[in-house]
């Protein structure tokens, strides 16, 4: 996974509204300068003026250094920021971002099915325009709960054709995820971001024809919590300060480092961006991020602190 870039200002050069309640954000630097480079899947934190910060996935053109696109979604029942962005930015103003990094992102393949849902479209875009670029075979299965609801369609025409399949729940019904399934077992390599529901609906369903390297995931919200039963106390042993933490079954790992005057960066606190990634240098972790592939929760060797909890009864971090 990428590392996060630096904070920088740039300004709102455009905004657009791209469908009803999803609004686009053109970011560029203040003297016109160049971006960051990124790939397909990267995000940004976005710091609001009200300190709030949010990440958003980069939607543009990846050859594109001197603009950076998002798009976001109007939640009225979110935790505020879709909220400010929508009401309270302004075509012109100054806002600060951190990054890009890349937790999505796209690997080489000959073949690729993407699946979009709703404003899960985001990552998906670009990725379409490197599958395209590779000369692979790619398809789009994008579904939404109305054609009005979902971003960008008339772009996606006009890259893709008959490549693309719009879906709109109240024109033809839910996603087909059998199709899916039958496209990956020849061979397709399976990217998708939307709701909770499709991404769990695709990864039960991959998992049931042993086909889970060939699916890839981001989530925009986090998954249910795991029980109180499920929650034990545990003890964090800090290798380079020294001491130890103890973290009670109802406090995240982050929460009891900063509560004992620790310094941890951290953006979501939902286990979705990987700033707050931490590597572990003893014990089990209990993985519950939606970053990391199965062979890196094999592995054991990281963890992101902010929803990630022990398995064992101490476990050593590189802090």
Known sequence: MSAG????????????????????????APDRSALPRWHAGAHIDLVLPSGLTRQ?????????????????????????????VHGGLRLGQSVTIRGPR?????????????????IGITPILPMIRTAQRANATWTLIYGGRSRASMAFIPELERIGGDNVRIMPADETGLIDLDDV????????????????????ALTERFAANDLTDSLHIERFS?????????AGAFRVMLARSG???????????????????????????????????????????????MLLTEGERQRGDVMMVCVSRALTPTITLDL
């Open 5 to 28: 870039g630096a904070e920088r200002d740039v300004q709102i050069t455009g905004m657009r509204l791209e469908a009803a309640g999803v609004i686009s954000l053109e970011l560029q």
């Open 56 to 84: 958003y996935s980069l939607c543009g053109d990846i050859d594109d250094t001197l603009r950076l696109r998002i798009a976001v979604l109007l939640e009225s029942n979110g935790r505020g920021g879709s909220r400010e």
């Open 102 to 118: 890349n937790a999505f992102e796209l690997q080489p393949a000959d073949s690729f099915v993407f699946v979009a849902g709703g």
């Open 181 to 200: 399934v039958t496209r990956a077992k020849a061979g397709a390599q399976v990217y998708s971001c939307g709701p909770a529901a499709l991404l769990d």
């Open 222 to 230: 986090a998954a249910s919590p795991k029980t109180a039963q499920q």
């Open 243 to 289: 001491g130890a933490v103890d973290v009670a079954a109802d406090v995240s790992v982050m929460t009891a480092l900063r509560e004992a005057g620790h310094c941890v960066p951290s953006s979501c606190e939902q286990g979705i961006c990987g700033m707050c990634e931490t590597r572990v240098i003893d014990g089990v972790p209990d993985h519950r991020d």
